[in-house]
């Protein structure tokens, strides 16, 4: 009996996780795919067209310009995200007096909804009444229009998910911080290098698993943009920001063309998980 | 009380909140419109009056639930998606086509519009032929809103120009907003929107000053001279920017810019009215309007319009209770018309109390070439891809012939799409 329940346990612990993980995941991703087989429109299937979504995707001008731009996005975000994380959380390392408070600070943007993120970003970005462009004409320096830019507002999204997401991958990097060992340091110190040659040849090496991560995670969100696109830029100026998700949206919930909405998310997904793979497999050795 | 006999009741609470929300009162028509600001305080008001007057004489009550344009598209096909639509509601004419594509509209058939004293010789011909697809009427109009000009009439006088003889050909505007220019002071000869879809309808009202035909006779190209005359809309907006008569950056609140006396000519649409008029009031601002000048061969310019609609799985019931609402407005819209609109009906149009509105009627001129997106199932599609382009070409990011290209392959992609 005793054994029978030991069999049993670990499935009953697993079962809401499962549970949770078919309804909110597997079943989406299943109906995901199953939709972009179909001419789909608001009352649900017309017509089986095979592959016709995925072969309409790939010869549209617009879908392949999505794929650039988010390839764009995220070649702006990864590295900035990367490093803009790694350097925080190295200062955010060090035992002095009330760094709870900023550790807390950097954290906080994570908790704040993403629309409300990408509407204060909007405020402060708005041309000629923004508050940025406030405080340059306080200073007589001509106005910024950085949203109305094809490069800029690419950038200006990225500065905002960096805002959002940072706290985050500083709080996994300090965990991956906590666990190198202060000997190596002591070690280093006693070697005469300078702190700099620390983090070159101790904190990052050592860090590269968790780097990895913070990279996939990256990655993942960068192919997922979406929220702050939809509110700042709305995929303009002239398509300059029209990333995936946005175009998913736009074949979704403008045109009502659900079954090549359907096949965007799931390329989408294919490069996710491609780009995820491919840099477990590739650089987990050199981990 | 037993967990079975609790769990019994809250069914039945259910059962009865659900039968209250989901069930309408018989004469009820729940009516979804877009209309916000004056527009939504005076749509409420025409429905209140209905409810009062015709509505109460024939048992009809419309409850009239106001979704902010921004969202109304969205949450009109989640609630056809999930058959929890209302029993009529408000379209864009260009959205008209893709809706019956999709399914999800149902055609007014002959003998309702018959029965609920509808006359096609009653309503201005272009706004009633917007409402049709493939030969079936989806569509009963209420309005339509028409690109034109306002004139500031202080800054013409200042610039040594006739105050009461506006613009009336392309070369004419161009001379005006020279004129203007030239009195310096961070004063614009014109205004032409750069971005959104205010650049787009500009570009199709000029458009169609060359030529009648947007696509060929069966939608699956662009029209034959598509290129030459799009060349020439493009070119003949772009000097405006180029010789710095107006601003060729986006603009926050051009409106604003205008009633301070900082904007000579504006190339907008007949929904803007109430703002000028507010300013005036306000502000002291002199302004008039004029239709939109003819820079090509023909007079012609852009409109859209509001269109009453039925969507799919309206009973027949509120079906027959939401025509008389529908007729009702038609015959009542002068309030309507006020708040910067054209009537759908000739009665209307040729009544004392709509002659008497000084810059309505003036507007009106244009019904007679007045022109409407071709009813195809991607055309609001084919408007993004036009506001793309011609955002791109003013600012500069591509010259005409790569933006009228950009154009044509990105038109003949959508409509491949059909």
Known sequence: MARQRAKVLPYLMAGPYILMFAIFAAYPVGRAIYMSLFDWGIFGPNAFVGVANYLSLFGDRRFWSSVGVTTAFAAIYVPMIVVASLLIAVLLHRRLPGITIFRTAFFIPIVINVAVAAIAFNWLLAPDVGFVDQVLRFFGLPGQRMLSQPGWALFAIAIVALWTQTGFMVVILLAGLENIPDDLYEAARLDGTRPFYDLIYITIPLLRPILLIVMVLSIVHAFQIFGEVFIITQGGPYGSTTVMTMLLYEEGFERFALGRAAAIGVVITIIIASLSFIQFRFFRRQV | MSMRSGLLASVALCTGMFGIVGTAEAGTVEFWSPFTGPDGT?????????????????????????????????????????????????????????????????????????????????????????????????????????????????????????????????????????????????????????????????????????????????????????????????????????????????????????????????????????????????????????????????????????????????????????????????????????????????????????????????????????????????????????????????????????????????????????
Not at chain 2, 54 to 82: C, F, H, M, R
Not at chain 2, 139 to 153: E, W
Not at chain 2, 313 to 322: C, H, K, L, N, Y
Request: net charge negative.
């Open chain 2, 42 to 418: 005076a749509i409420d008001a025409l429905v209140r009056q209905f409810n009062e007057t015709t509505g109460a004489e024939n048992d009809v009550s419309v409850e009239l639930l106001i979704i902010p344009w921004e969202q109304y598209y969205t949450k009109l096909s989640v609630s056809l998606a999930s058959r929890t639509a209302p029993d009529l509601a408000v379209m864009h004419s260009h959205q008209i086509a893709g809706f019956v594509k999709q399914g999800a509209l149902e055609a007014y058939t002959p003998e309702e519009i018959e029965q609920a004293g509808l006359v096609e010789a009653e309503y201005i011909a272009p706004l009633w032929q917007a409402g049709e697809v493939e030969g079936q009427r989806y569509g009963v109009p209420i309005d339509a809103f028409p690109r034109h000009i306002y004139y500031n009439k202080a800054l013409f006088e200042q610039a040594g120009l006739d105050p009461d003889a506006p613009p009336k050909t392309g070369e004419e505007m161009l001379d005006a907003a020279r004129a203007i220019a030239g009195l310096g002071q961070d004063i614009h000869g014109a205004f032409l929107p750069v971005t959104g879809s205010g650049a787009t309808r500009n570009f199709y009202a000029l458009f169609w000053q060359y030529q009648d035909d947007l696509y060929n006779a069966d939608n699956t190209d662009v029209a034959e001279g598509f290129a030459e005359s799009a060349t020439k809309a493009l070119e003949n907006l772009k000097v405006f920017l180029d010789e710095g008569l107006a601003p060729a950056e986006e603009v926050s609140d051009s409106n604003s810019l205008f009633a301070q006396n900082k904007i000579g000519i504006s190339l907008m649409q007949i929904t803007d009215l109430p703002v000028y008029q507010t300013a005036a009031a306000d502000q002291g601002l002199e302004f008039g309007v004029a239709p939109i000048p003819q820079f090509g061969d023909q007079p012609a310019t852009f409109a859209l319009g509001h269109n009453f609609i039925i969507p799919r799985g309206t009973p027949p019931e509120p079906r027959q209770d939401a025509m008389v609402f529908v007729k009702w407005i038609g015959d009542n819209s002068l309030a309507w018309t006020e708040t910067g609109k054209m009537p759908a009906k000739v009665t209307t149009l040729e009544s004392p109390e709509f002659q008497a509105l000084p810059e309505q009627q003036i507007v009106a001129q244009s019904l007679e070439y007045v022109r409407f997106p071709p009813p195809v199932s991607v055309q609001p599609a084919i408007d993004r891809v036009v506001q793309e382009t011609v955002e791109a070409y003013f600012a500069g990011q591509v010259d005409v012939g790569q933006a009228v290209s950009m154009m044509a392959d990105g038109i003949r992609g959508e409509l491949a799409k059909q």
